[in-house]
């Protein structure tokens, strides 16, 4: 399990994420339209998994917009953005903000990616929610890096995101 804080409080995750240099797990995640997306349909691409609470959140909506600035100066890359939030409200959310660069997709339907990932609150006011994350994945979908972030309310480290994919 992962420890982080919220405002300073001790909340936990249901593990830790995966490592670098083992392959990504396969997921089923559900795209605004209500169709579904795996992990297969990246396949040759380079994948940012922004992973957080919800984008209803101060720190959740800068992450997508940082990521929706970076996501159009990369090449064969794909930014995920992904919490349990309903696709209707990440639609409203990317439509209100003019974000095209990055894609949002929902875990609402079954919580498997949470449980997967190990990002899963496991108590606090989060409960069952998702804990601000990042896994990168090279072309071939090995975790190349990953950050669980300590205090939920801070932003992820974009620029170790963003070198790990120079890198690759």
């Known amino acids: 399990m992962a420890t ?3 405002h300073g409080n001790t909340i936990h995750t249901l593990g830790t994420l995966p490592s670098a240099g083992n392959n990504a797990q396969n997921f ?3 795209k605004g339209d ?4 795996t992990l297969e349909d990246y396949k ?6 922004n992973i957080f609470p919800s984008i209803d959140t101060g720190t959740c909506a800068t992450s997508v917009r940082e990521f929706n600035k970076k996501a159009a100066e990369l090449d064969n890359t794909v930014v ?3 919490s349990k939030d309903l696709p209707f409200a990440q639609a409203r959310f990317c439509g209100a903000e003019g974000i ?4 949002m997709l929902s875990d609402f339907r079954d ?3 949470g449980k997967t990932y190990q990002v899963e609150f496991t108590d606090g006011p989060l409960q069952s929610l998702h ?4 896994v990168v994945l090279d072309e071939n979908g090995k975790v190349i890096h990953t950050e669980q972030v300590p205090e939920i309310v801070d932003e992820p480290n974009y620029s170790a995101a963003i070198d790990a994919l120079e890198n690759a």
Do not use: D, W
């Open 4 to 6: 982080i804080t919220l």
């Open 28 to 30: 089923t995640l559900t």
């Open 34 to 37: 209500l169709s579904t997306a």
């Open 44 to 49: 040759g691409k380079k994948v940012v998994m």
């Open 80 to 82: 995920l953005c992904i």
């Open 100 to 103: 095209e660069n990055v894609e």
């Open 111 to 113: 919580g498997n990616f």
């Open 131 to 134: 804990s601000r994350a990042i």
